[in-house]
Structures are given as structure tokens and as C-alpha cells.
């Protein structure tokens, strides 16, 4: 992804992804443009940074409890 697409991939989400989605924007062999990744457990909020300028944060979807659909989350903060 560019970092324009990962900034309106992140909206999308209220800057708030699952762990799953997490996973797909920090992979850097899909995303090459990111160069620094940093996550503040205090908070819980990842940090990332683009070679072209772009810092993002954004929070994780809790885990709250698995049901018989799918899992459920339960948002604790959302940072932009």
C-alpha cells in the first residue's frame, strides 16, 4: 500500500484495527514504504512511519470474547 491507501485504509477503520488487520499494515514486505514501527502498551497504540513523510497512529480492537459468528472487540482507545 501507499501511504495515501494506508491513511484512508486507517479512516475507514476510525483508526482503530483488530489484530488481523494490524498485521496487514505493518507487514513491510507488502508496505516497503514503512520504516519505523512502534507500539506503546501503556495506551495501546501502534505508531508507524512512512519514507515519505507519513506518521500514523492508531489503536487496537481488544479481544474481548469469541462467539459462535466470529469474534467480537471491544474498542478501548482510537488515536489519530
Do not use: A
Request: with cysteine; hydrophobic share 25%; charged share 30%.
Amino acid at each position: 500500500m501507499y501511504s495515501n491507501e494506508i491513511q484512508q485504509y486507517l479512516e475507514e477503520k476510525n483508526y482503530t484495527l483488530t489484530p488481523e488487520e494490524i498485521l496487514q499494515i505493518i507487514d513491510v514486505s507488502i508496505n516497503t514504504q514503512i520504516f519505523y514501527i512502534s507500539y506503546n502498551s501503556e495506551y495501546n497504540f501502534y505508531e508507524i512511519r512512512t519514507r515519505d513523510g507519513y506518521t500514523f497512529k492508531f489503536g487496537v480492537k481488544e479481544y474481548r470474547k469469541e462467539e459462535q459468528y466470529g469474534r467480537i472487540y471491544k474498542c478501548n482507545i482510537t488515536c489519530k
